[in-house]
C-alpha cells in the first residue's frame, strides 16, 4: 500500500473485529481508499474507492494503515441491512470485554460521537438507514446475537427487552441475563454452541436457571435455528408475555 492509502469498509470491520454479515473468504478483496485527488487502486484482489480526509480518522492497527472504527462501518453503509448495521453499532458502542471477535484495542466510540460523525457526514449513500439503526442501536450488547434477537423480538411486535439486565435476590447477585422484562420477569436468553459444548458453562446456565425460577422468573431459551424459523419462539414469548400481564392486572 502506498502512504496515502488505508483500508476501509468491510476490510475495516473485519480489522477492528466487528461483525459483517458475510463470512470471510480469501478471495475477498481487499477494500483500499484514497484522498479524492488521487486514483483509487486498481487490480486483483483490491477494490479502490475515494473518501475525503474530514471523514475518518486515520489509525495505524495491527502494522495496517486503517479508517477508525466508526468510519469502518459507515463506509460500509451500502452493504448492510438495518439489522446488519444495528448489531454493527451495538458491537461499536459496546464496553463488553467478552464481545466475540472484537479487539478490545479499538478506540471506544459513544453515541453522541457517531452522532456527530454523522452530522459532519451529511448525505452519503446508506445514510437513512445508518441514522434509523443509531436510534436502534444499544450499549452493553454482548454479542450479534443479542442484538439480531432483540430486533427479532420487536419485529415480532413485542415490546423492547432490557439488555444484560442484572437479578438480584435481596443484595446477592444471582446472574445477568441476555434480555429481559423485568417488570414480568421474563428472561430471554440466546445460547450459542458454547452453551452446548462447554461443561462448565452448561452446569453454571442449569443453576442459574434453577435460581431465577425459584425468584419467579420464566426462562426462554433460542438458539440459531429461533432465528431462521422464529415463529415458534414468538409464539411461546407472547404467551408467556401475555400470561404475566394478565396475572399483572
Given at each position: 500500500m502506498l502512504?496515502?492509502q488505508?483500508?476501509v469498509g ?6 477492528w473485529g466487528?461483525?459483517?454479515p458475510?463470512?470471510?473468504n ?5 477494500h483500499?481508499c484514497?484522498m ?7 487490480g ?13 480518522q ?6 495496517a ?5 466508526i468510519?469502518?462501518?459507515?463506509t ?7 439489522v446488519q ?6 458491537a461499536?458502542?459496546t464496553?463488553?470485554?467478552n464481545?466475540?471477535?472484537i ?16 452530522d459532519?457526514?451529511?448525505r ?13 442501536a444499544?450499549?452493553g ?19 423492547e427487552?432490557?439488555v444484560?439486565?442484572e437479578?438480584f ?7 445477568r ?6 417488570e414480568s ?16 458453562q ?17 426462562v ?15 409464539m ?9 400481564l394478565?396475572?399483572?392486572?
Amino acid at each position: 500500500m502506498l502512504p496515502a492509502q488505508m483500508f476501509v469498509g468491510r476490510t475495516a470491520m473485519r480489522l477492528w473485529g466487528l461483525p459483517h454479515p458475510e463470512q470471510w473468504n480469501t478471495s475477498e478483496p481487499l477494500h483500499v481508499c484514497v484522498m479524492p485527488n488521487a486514483a483509487p487502486p486498481r487490480g486483483s484482489g483490491v477494490k479502490g474507492r475515494r473518501l475525503a480526509p474530514h471523514r475518518a480518522q486515520r489509525l495505524i492497527f495491527r502494522g495496517a494503515l486503517v479508517v477508525d472504527p466508526i468510519a469502518a462501518v459507515l463506509t460500509s453503509a451500502p452493504e448492510l441491512t438495518l439489522v446488519q448495521t444495528v448489531t454493527a453499532f451495538d458491537a461499536l458502542l459496546t464496553s463488553a470485554d467478552n464481545y466475540p471477535g472484537i479487539h478490545t484495542a479499538r478506540p471506544m466510540a459513544t453515541r453522541e460521537e457517531v452522532q456527530g460523525r454523522l452530522d459532519e457526514w451529511g448525505r452519503f449513500t446508506g445514510c437513512a438507514t445508518i441514522r434509523t439503526a443509531l436510534g436502534l442501536a444499544r450499549e452493553g450488547v454482548e454479542s450479534p446475537k443479542e442484538s439480531e434477537t432483540r430486533l427479532l423480538i420487536m419485529t415480532g411486535g413485542l415490546p423492547e427487552p432490557v439488555v444484560q439486565w442484572e437479578v438480584f435476590d435481596g443484595m446477592r447477585f444471582v446472574g445477568r441475563v441476555d434480555l429481559a422484562y423485568p417488570e414480568s420477569k421474563i428472561a430471554i436468553e440466546y445460547d450459542g454452541d458454547g452453551h452446548r459444548t462447554d461443561k462448565e458453562q452448561w452446569r453454571r446456565d442449569i443453576r442459574r436457571q434453577r435460581e431465577l425460577e425459584r425468584l419467579g422468573w420464566i426462562v426462554i431459551h433460542l438458539t440459531e435455528s429461533d432465528l431462521e424459523d422464529p415463529a415458534a419462539f414468538l409464539m411461546h414469548l407472547r404467551r408467556a408475555h401475555s400470561a404475566r400481564l394478565t396475572a399483572g392486572a
